[in-house]
Nanobody, 114 residues
C-alpha cells in the first residue's frame, strides 16, 4: 500500500499563485493531480512519469506547471481563475506486467475568490 501525503492549497485572489505538493511513501510510476469542482466530475489536471514526461490539460496549460523529484510531485499554479476552484487530489499509479494499482490522496482545497 502506498500513502500519499499532500500539502498546500488554500484561498487566493484571482490572478494569484498557489502550490501543491504530494509525497508518496514508496516508488510509483506515474503521479498526477486531478480536481473536482462542486457539481462536476473529477478531471485530470496534470500528470508526470518517473522519467519526467509531463502532460497538462488544455484548461491549465501555460498557467500551471508540474514537476517531480523521485516520488514527490509539485503543482505550481499561476494566474489562478475562479474556475480553478476545486478540491485537488493527488494520484499515483504503480504498473507491472500483470496489472496496476492506483492510489489517491485526501484532497487539499483550492479556492480562488476575491
Amino acid at each position: 500500500q502506498v500513502q500519499l501525503v499532500e500539502s498546500g492549497g488554500g484561498l487566493v485572489q484571482p490572478g494569484g499563485s498557489l502550490g501543491l505538493s504530494c509525497a508518496a511513501s514508496a516508488a510509483v510510476d506515474v503521479m498526477a493531480w486531478y480536481r473536482q469542482a462542486p457539481g462536476k466530475q473529477r478531471e485530470l489536471v496534470a500528470s508526470i512519469t518517473r522519467r519526467g514526461e509531463a502532460n497538462l490539460s488544455d484548461s491549465v496549460r501555460g498557467r500551471f506547471t508540474i514537476s517531480r523529484a523521485k516520488n514527490t510531485v509539485d503543482l505550481r499554479m499561476n494566474a489562478l481563475k475562479p474556475e480553478d476552484t476545486a478540491v485537488y487530489y493527488c494520484n499515483a499509479v504503480r504498473q507491472w506486467i500483470e496489472g496496476r494499482a492506483e492510489y489517491w490522496g485526501q484532497g487539499p482545497r483550492v479556492t480562488v475568490s476575491s
